[in-house]
């Protein structure tokens, strides 16, 4: 007999090796561990039809009455694994594609899941409204990313980036009516990667969306959204006001995010508008196109993202989103709080965690591009983020609890919870495995 919580373990399981694999085996097709994730996941699948309902929480007593694994619980989770398949899917063909109608349909559909999945508890009015905003906005997006495609595709006859590259560096070719046609596309991209001036769905959205849909949406969509950015904009390299233009936009970016999350009240709005700062040390690197610097800051952000996410999921559920619901977390839940401690210093950039290598890397590949406004402005911002990424600590360690009760944590949690803050903590001491990856 099958049981719920076994397949929640091999799918923890399943995540923990193809990451471990993808860091420390070299020499393997990336895209074969796309397809060993999504093989994975179809057995689960398959196997939760054999899972029998448990009992009502009102009739397990001991560790197991915070649990319950009925069939509406059931339905739910093999719901999670067809859409987490299907997003697989889509997102190995966006950022393997390299042609811009093979772009534009992916980019499409994994969109599409994430209407669902941003408006998946369609009775709360606050889910609504981001999934009613995050729907009209990403229409405006595409409008613009179709706009694009199809100036560069007036200008140059073709969609394959590599043929339009070689087409640019002809003389004769209208570089300022592809250029244009490159704005257009820039700013259907700068709405996925949440970039200033096209970040204005990413606070009501991130608040209004599930926080496990949040979390996902946080880390899944900015890292596909800067891969196929990057492959966009290769050859658009030889215009030179295509590196002033993302400077600009990552300039506004840094400033408009570390300023508008100093006075969030709401952890989720916080990490909303700390999203949008992100956005901007990661374009940075793109200025720079300086690839290992980007892929580190992603699997760095991946990390300190999905921790404090997971962090935030179990203490919302006991308390509530705000931080003052933080207040004591220390004596409630020494772990929580801990976990939440790490996550946020990483954010923040403090030395021996991942997050402080990431922005290392990006500062680094900035000064060698002789780039001293986004180094200056970025260390500002760095000074802004250790502000509102240490109201949450001061919260969790020295204010009093308002509630003196234990915030229970289940096996399965505290195990993934515990993997992160190692990986966290593990990746700013010794990154050599993944910038090895990334040099592959």
């Known amino acids: 007999m099958i049981t719920a919580p076994e397949l929640e373990i091999a799918v923890l399981v399943l995540g923990m090796a193809i990451l471990l694999a993808e860091a420390f085996v070299t020499k393997i097709d990336k895209r074969a561990l796309a397809f060993v994730a999504i093989a994975g996941l179809a057995l689960v699948l398959a196997a939760s039809f054999f899972v029998v309902p448990s009992a009502s929480t009102s009739q397990v007593t001991g560790f197991w009455s915070f649990y319950t694994a009925d069939r509406l619980s ?6 999670a694994l067809v859409t987490t398949i299907f997003v697989l899917i889509l997102m190995t063909d ?35 409204e981001a999934g009613t905003k995050y729907l009209v906005l990403s229409a405006l997006s595409t409008a613009f990313l179709v706009y694009g495609i199809a100036w560069i595709f007036g200008v140059t006859g073709q969609t394959n980036l590599h043929r339009i590259a070689d087409v640019l560096a002809n003389p004769a070719t209208d570089r300022s009516a592809a250029l244009l046609g490159m704005v257009f596309v820039l700013v259907a991209l700068g709405f996925k990667i949440a970039a200033v001036p096209f970040q204005i769905w990413v606070p009501d959205v991130y608040q209004g969306a599930p926080t496990p849909v949040t979390a996902y949406l946080s880390v899944g969509s900015k890292a596909a959204g800067f891969i196929v950015l990057l492959r966009v904009l290769q050859p658009f390299l030889a215009l030179p006001q295509t590196q002033r233009l993302i400077v600009v936009i990552a300039l506004l970016t840094l400033v408009y995010g570390n300023l508008a999350a100093l006075p969030q009240t709401n952890l989720k709005r916080l990490l909303a508008y700390s999203s949008i700062a992100h956005a901007g040390y990661l ?3 793109v200025a720079c196109f300086d690839l290992s610097a980007i892929g580190y800051y992603l699997v760095a952000y991946l990390l300190m993202t999905l921790l404090s996410f997971a962090v935030l999921i179990i203490v919302a559920q006991q308390t509530g989103e705000q931080i003052t619901d933080f207040d004591g977390l220390a004596r409630r839940s020494p772990f929580l709080a801990f976990a939440m401690l790490i996550g946020m210093i990483s954010l923040a950039g403090v030395p021996f965690t991942a997050g402080f290598l990431g922005k290392f890397f990006i500062f680094y590949a900035a000064i060698l591009q002789h780039q001293t406004a986004l180094v200056v402005i970025g260390v500002i911002t760095v000074g802004c983020g250790f502000y509102y990424y240490l109201k949450v600590i001061r919260a969790m360690y020295w204010q009093s609890p308002v509630k003196t009760d234990r915030i229970p944590v289940n096996g399965v949690s505290r195990l993934a919870i515990s993997a992160l803050i190692i990986a966290t903590i593990w990746l700013g001491v010794y990154p050599q495995p993944i910038l090895d990856a990334l040099k592959q």
Do not use: C, H, M, W
């Open 94 to 128: 966006l950022v393997s594609a390299i042609d811009f109608v093979f772009i534009f349909v992916s980019l499409e559909l994994v969109t599409i899941s994430f209407y669902v999945l941003v408006s998946f508890t369609r009775r709360n009015p606050l889910t609504l």
């Open 283 to 285: 374009l940075i690197g």
């Open 74 to 79: 059931i339905f739910f989770k093999q719901f």
